[in-house]
């Protein structure tokens, strides 16, 4: 698959993110593959929990900025819409997934991870929502930012002034689990290998009960998308596409 990697240990399988010169930017091609992938995954009776990682320096510096910064508008909302229903279907799935987050999660990849069942991080991860810097709304996720750390603090983190690190991460509840002194591969296999023996049919009925606490989040995405469109507009927000285009 392309830009992504499987690996199976026991019952988990470990997917990475593999396009560490993009720092596993989410383009058109990486989406796809994840998509290909987790389908491929869910249908494998051998693995009974994921790991998601990211190759290289880091986890995901969110979305493809140079996809984003070309001239075809609607090619890039429909991205971000897929984008958005990729990390919408990772709790819909039966079997649990643990993100493992290690140098960066930034935009998208900060959605990505949050997405995830398990959230684990290393102390000096880099967190945050850069897309108001750039002049415009994170264009989804923001339903599940809410759900892990409440309206009021998902409101600070989404104007992305203060960038934060993975203990700060746990300790507000954006993220689960500090890999403290151990690699963070290890400690995400390790919470995946608890989870991949239990009851499978009992892990999915949890996921789907939860799931169905969460049902505004799709129409908030296409919410978010299209505020994000009216966004891109902006003379501060086309700066940043047209640097991102090498332009002056
Ligand atoms: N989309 C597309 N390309 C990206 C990218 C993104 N989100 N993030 C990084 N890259 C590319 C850079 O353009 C660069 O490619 P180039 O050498 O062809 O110009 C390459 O990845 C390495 O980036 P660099 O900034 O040198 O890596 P770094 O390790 O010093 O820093 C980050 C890593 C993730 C902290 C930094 O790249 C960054 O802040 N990226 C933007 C994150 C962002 O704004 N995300 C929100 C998108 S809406």
């Known amino acids: 698959m392309h830009y992504v990697q499987i690996e199976q240990r026991e019952s988990v399988a470990i997917l990475t993110l593999d396009r560490p010169e993009r720092r596993n930017a989410l383009g058109s091609e990486l989406l796809s593959g994840l998509t290909a992938t987790l389908a491929q995954l869910s249908n494998e009776t051998a693995v009974r929990a994921i790991v998601i990682q990211g190759a290289g320096k880091g986890f995901c510096a969110g979305a493809d900025l140079k996809e984003f910064s070309g001239d075809d508008r609607d090619a890039v909302s429909r991205l971000n819409l897929e984008m958005g229903a990729f990390v919408r279907s990772i709790p819909l799935m039966s079997k649990p997934v643990v993100a493992a987050v290690d140098g960066f999660a930034l935009g998208g990849g900060l959605m990505l991870a949050i997405s995830c069942d398990l959230v684990v991080t290393s102390p000096q991860a880099r967190w945050g929502l850069p897309e ?9 996720g923001l339903s599940t930012l809410v759900d892990r750390v ?7 983190i989404a104007f992305g002034a203060e960038p934060f690190d993975g203990t700060e991460a746990v300790a507000i509840g954006l993220a689960d689990i500090l890999s403290n002194g151990q690699p963070v591969l290890d400690k995400a296999l390790c919470h995946a290998q608890k989870l991949a023996a239990l009851p499978t049919r009992a892990v999915g009925s949890v ?9 505004n989040a799709e129409v908030m995405d296409v919410l978010a998308n299209r505020v994000y469109a009216q966004d891109a507009e902006s003379p501060e927000a086309l700066d940043t596409m047209r640097s991102r285009r090498g332009e002056k």
Do not use: E, I, N, Q
């Not at 409440?150 to 600070?156: E, S």
């Not at 996921?207 to 049902?215: A, E, I, N």
């Open 132 to 140: 108001v810097s750039l002049g415009w709304l994170p264009g989804f």
């Open 150 to 156: 409440g309206l009021v603090r998902a409101r600070r």
């Open 207 to 215: 996921k789907h009960y939860f799931s169905l606490m969460t049902r």
